[in-house]
T-cell receptor, first 112, second 115 residues
Framework: DAKTTQPNSMESNEEEPVHLPCNHS???????IHWYRQLPSQGPEYVIHGLTSNVNNRMASLAIAEDRKSSTLILHRATLRDAAVYYC?????????????FGTGTRLQVTL | DGGITQSPKYLFRKEGQNVTLSCEQNLNHDAMYWYRQDPGQGLRLIYY???????QKGDIAEGYSVSREKKESFPLTVTSAQKNPTAFYLC??????????????FGSGTRLTVV
């Protein structure tokens, strides 16, 4: 399975944008890039996913490098409720059993 | 509202006992998954199922068993053969046999403690 590399932790001030990086240099052509976040003692929550083009939804934006070897999750205005562990994950190939492989993620701290 | 329900939220087990964790979804999803999470760690895949009456081992299946008799249910049994069962267990589901272009929905987890 292709691996991802994320910083262990990041800090942000409230109401400022946050850019969470992820490296995935061994990504295959059909791997989707998923982002999830997990609050303490809760299950992970889906944030966004994409294949090649940048993606936007109500929670965040996903910027994917042209060579697909890295991506960035963008929270446009961080709030205290965004403090969580963020996981960048590559899914399996379409048409086969897709298993999410979780690393240790990036712990985001948001301060006033 | 549709979602995944895991029960119980907290579970205590004596050493040597089997225990079954419940996972029910009303999302009409095809694929379901069980993950284990230890403190400060990421999630590790135990078992997964793409369709009813079919399931495959994940990365850490030893000491666990599952069944998939109904589309909406995927119970996990932690057997006495699992040497270190204390952990946070998470169930997830996704549509279309688990193909990579669909998001996953997770339950709120069951925290199992061996006493």
């Amino acid at each position: 399975d292709a691996k991802t590399t994320q910083p262990n932790s990041m800090e942000s001030n409230e109401e400022e944008p946050v850019h969470l990086p992820c490296n995935h240099s061994t990504i295959s052509g059909t791997d989707y890039i998923h982002w999830y976040r997990q609050l303490p003692s809760q299950g992970p929550e889906y944030v966004i996913h994409g294949l090649t083009s940048n993606v936007n939804n109500r929670m965040a934006s996903l910027a994917i490098a042209e060579d697909r070897k890295s991506s960035t999750l963008i929270l446009h205005r961080a709030t205290l409720r965004d403090a969580a562990v963020y996981y960048c994950i590559l899914s399996g190939q379409a048409g086969t059993a897709s298993k999410l492989t979780f690393g240790t993620g990036t712990r985001l701290q948001v301060t006033l | 509202d549709g979602g995944i329900t895991q029960s119980p939220k907290y579970l205590f087990r004596k050493e040597g006992q089997n225990v079954t964790l419940s996972c029910e979804q009303n999302l009409n999803h095809d694929a379901m998954y069980w993950y284990r999470q230890d403190p400060g760690q990421g999630l590790r895949l135990i078992y997964y199922s793409q369709i009813v009456n079919d399931f495959q081992k994940g990365d850490i299946a030893e000491g666990y068993s599952v069944s998939r008799e109904k589309k909406e249910s995927f119970p996990l049994t932690v057997t006495s053969a699992q040497k270190n069962p204390t952990a946070f267990y998470l169930c997830a589901s996704t549509d279309q046999h688990g193909q990579g272009n669909y998001g996953y929905t997770f339950g709120s987890g069951t925290r199992l403690t061996v006493v």
